[in-house]
């Protein structure tokens, strides 16, 4: 008897930790074809690659997982409301590597130094955040 529910119990937990496996291969099959999707598209129109991918879709594709993992609504408003704050400082790299590009600058350096800047703009949000209180 209790060898059979030993059993039983080893089935369930082996289900259990196959269907996590498969959900996270589908949560990376999706987000890995919208990135490819919308590099393809970009290759045939710059402004339609543009539109998809200035929507969110990271950050909706985060809040759809967690949701869906967690049934939590404060996290994901926890979670959106970090997103914004942290978008201001990521608007550096759109800022940056253009005018690195126009001024004849090589690309992986002009990503690479506005990767850098990037990265310096969200220590400094996190850093005037957290002065006047806002946790993220």
Known sequence: M??????ELNRRTYNNE???VVYY???L????VLIVLISEISKRSSFVGAILASVPLVSVLAMLWLYIETKDAEK???LATSIFWL??????LFIT??????????FYLSLGMSIAITAGCYFIMVAVLNRY????
């Not at 099959?29 to 890995?32: G, L």
């Not at 209180?133 to 993220?136: A, I, M, R």
């Open 2 to 7: 209790h060898e059979v529910r030993i059993v």
């Open 18 to 20: 196959r269907h996590k």
């Open 25 to 27: 291969v589908i949560k």
């Open 29 to 32: 099959v999706i987000t890995a």
């Open 76 to 78: 994901i408003s926890v």
């Open 87 to 92: 978008v201001i400082p990521s608007l550096a």
């Open 97 to 106: 590597l253009p005018l690195l590009l126009k001024q004849s600058v090589n």
């Open 133 to 136: 209180g806002v946790k993220l």
